[in-house]
């Protein structure tokens, strides 16, 4: 599933990707799949959801992924959270 939903996510296809990345429940998949639900909400203007997703991806790792965190503050930024966004 998560060949298929990140086909979907580049291909500008967000609900689609959306679909494919709920269906998997995989741990070793994980990481990636919480960046890309991120994404895939973001572009869907569902920051909250985006923004729910950023985070776990966070929390799930002890490696720093900076991508990441500016996906987050863009999300916030998006919501209209200037302070939460500068961080």
Known sequence: FFDIATAHLSSGNY???????EKINSDYVQLYTCNNMGCAYYFTDNDDKAIEFYEKRI????????????QLGEAYYSKGDYDKAGK
């Open 15 to 21: 609900y689609k990707a959306i679909e494919f990345y």
């Open 59 to 70: 929390t799930i790792t002890d490696s720093i992924h900076e991508s990441t965190y500016c």
